[in-house]
C-alpha cells in the first residue's frame, strides 16, 4: 500500500511540476511546453477575427498614436487625414468624473474613457494609491473607445476615436444626496452624420451608461455602423506572480460559443479565434481580479472581433448593426461599459456569463459553488480569512468518513508494515515470489493496498477548485485576516504562514512510517520541502486555506491511528540521510 501511495504522489507531484513549468513558460511569454492551448473553431461563415461584413476598427495608416493610441476604420478611406489628426492633437482636452467608486478621464478626442481609478480599491504595489485599471500613460495604455464606421449614405469619413468632440458644462463630481451624474459628448457634422455620446454613472456602480445618438445630417438616409472596442498593450499587470498563472487579455462570450479567452500572441500570429456573429454576448478585457466589458442589449445584431491595432496593442471589440437614419432623423443606441472588479454577485446580475471573467479554469462547476460557500459563510463571520477556516473545517466535515475509511485503510498498512519490509529485504532478489508472499499478507490481514488512496484522489478535485476560488476572488485584496496578515491577496510579509505550512507538512511526513527504501525515504522528506518553497511567494489567503487542512488532517489521522492501536514509531530525518534506518 505504502509502494502504491507513493507512487501516486510521486505521480501527482510530478503532474504539478510540469504544469508549474508550463505556466512558468506562459508567464514568460513563451508557448507551453506540455499544454498548449487549442484553438476554438469560429463561425465558418466569416474569417477567425474580422467580420464577415462591414468596415473592421483596425490601425491607422498614420502615425497618430501620440493622440489616441487605438483601432481605427480599416479602410484608408474611413481614416482621418493627419491634418485632422494634428487638429485633434493642439484641441484635445480631459475631463474627469469622480462618484464614490469611480474617479474616470475622458478624452474630448472621440469621447474615449482613457482613465479609470478604483476608489475602493488600494493598489497593492503602491500603498497609498487606487488601483487605475483603464490607462494612458508611458507605461500603460488600456482604452475603451467607441465610434462610427462608414455605411451606405455616408461620406468617406465618419465621427470616430479620432473625431475632437464637444464637451457639454455639468457637475463632474457625484455630490452628497445626489446619485447619478452625466458627461456629453457631441461630434461636429462628418460624412453626413454626427455623433452624440453621452456617459451616466451613479452611486456605488461600475457600469457606466453609455447612450450613441446618430444624427444624419445629410440629405439622404445614411446606415453607419457602431464599433465599441477595449484596446490594451500585451503587458502583464504590474506585480503578477512568477510562482502561479492568471490570465491576462481578451475575452468574447456568446450564447452560442461561451466564454472563449483570447491570448495576445495568437492575435499578434494572426491564429485568434471568435464566434463572430452573434446578437448576445459581450466582449470584455481580463486580468487578475478586475477587468472591462462592452454590453449591448440583447437582440441588437453584432460582428465581434479581435485584432492587433499596433505594436504591442490589441483590441476586441464589437461592430454593431443601427439601422437606417433618415435625413434629419436620429438613431439611438443604448450600451453598457463595465469597469471594476470581478465581484461574482455583481457580475452575475449584470448580463448572463459576465462571471465567467471571473476565470476558475476547467473546475468551475466545483469552485462556483465553494465560492458561494465561502460568500455565505463570510455575511456572518465578516472575516474572510476565519471564513478561509470555516470552509475548510465544513468540507472537510463532509468528507470526514471518507478520509475516516482511508486512514482506517494506512493504519492498518502501518501495521503489516514491518512484515512487509522484512519480506521485502529477505526476498528481494526473488521479486515474484516476493509479490505473491505481499499479496498472501494484505489477503489474511484483510489489507486494501489502494483503500487508502482513493478516498483521498476523489477529494483531489475539490481542493483544487478552492485553491482558485481563493486566488481569483477579488474580496481578498486587502482583506485583513488577524494580527500582521493585512491583505490576504498578498504574501505574508513575515513569511509565518508559510513556515507553520512547511512544519505541518513535514509533521505529516514525520508521523508516516519510513518507507522500505532508502532513496524513496529521504525523497519522501525532500518533496514536501521542495513543494513548501512555492507557498513562501503564494497569497497569504491560499496558505492560511493549506495550514488548515494540514491541521486538521494531522489530527484526524493521529486519533484513528490511536483509536487503531496502530501507532509507529515516527522516521528520524537525521538517521535517514546519517545513513541509519529505523
Known sequence: MNDIRRT??????????????????????????????????????????????????????????????????????????????QAVQASREKVELTTDVLKLTFDSAGGSLVRAEMLKHEDSQNKGHNVVLLDESKDRVYLAQSGLVPG?????????????MAVTPGERALKDGVNQLTLRFESPEVGGVKLVKTYTVNRGDYVIGVKHEVVNTGAAAASPKLYLQLVRDGNKPPGESSFYFTFTGPAVYTEAKKFH????????????????????????????????????????????YVKKVGTNLYGVGMLASIGTVAPGATQTTEARLFVGPQEEKRLELLTPGLELVKDYGWLTILSKPLYWLLYALNSFIHNWGWSIVALVVLIKAAFFWLNAKAYASMAKMKAVTPRITELRERLKDKPQEMQQEMMKIYREEK?????????????????????WVLLSSVEMRNAPWVLWIHDLAAPDPFFILPLVMTTT?????????????????KLMWIMPLAFSVMFFFFPAGLVLYWITNNVLSIAQQYFINKRLGVLTKPSNPFDLFRGKSN
Open 8 to 85: 501516486i504522489l510521486w505521480v501527482i507531484f510530478g503532474f504539478s511540476l510540469v504544469l508549474l513549468w508550463d505556466q512558468w513558460q506562459v508567464h514568460n511569454g513563451n508557448k507551453p511546453t506540455f499544454f498548449p492551448t487549442a484553438a476554438t473553431k469560429s463561425a465558418a461563415s466569416a474569417p477567425a477575427n474580422v467580420p464577415a461584413s462591414g468596415a473592421v476598427p483596425g490601425a491607422p495608416a498614420l502615425a497618430v498614436a501620440s493622440s489616441a493610441p487605438g483601432a481605427a476604420p480599416a479602410s484608408t478611406g474611413d481614416l482621418p487625414g493627419s491634418a485632422g489628426a
Open 152 to 164: 451606405a449614405g455616408t461620406g468617406a469619413s465618419v465621427p470616430n476615436q479620432f473625431t475632437n
Open 261 to 304: 479567452k483570447v491570448e495576445f500572441k495568437d492575435i499578434e500570429s494572426g491564429k485568434a479565434e471568435v464566434d463572430v456573429n452573434s446578437t448576445n454576448g459581450y466582449v470584455a478585457m481580463v486580468q487578475h481580479y478586475f477587468a472591462s466589458a462592452w454590453l449591448l442589449p440583447d437582440g441588437t445584431q453584432r460582428e465581434n
Open 447 to 467: 489489507v486494501n493496498p489502494i483503500g487508502g488512496c482513493l478516498p483521498i484522489m476523489i477529494q483531489i478535485p475539490v481542493f483544487i477548485a478552492l485553491y
Open 505 to 521: 507538512t513535514l509533521l505529516q511526513t514525520w508521523l508516516n512510517p519510513t518507507p522500505p527504501d532508502p532513496m524513496q525515504a
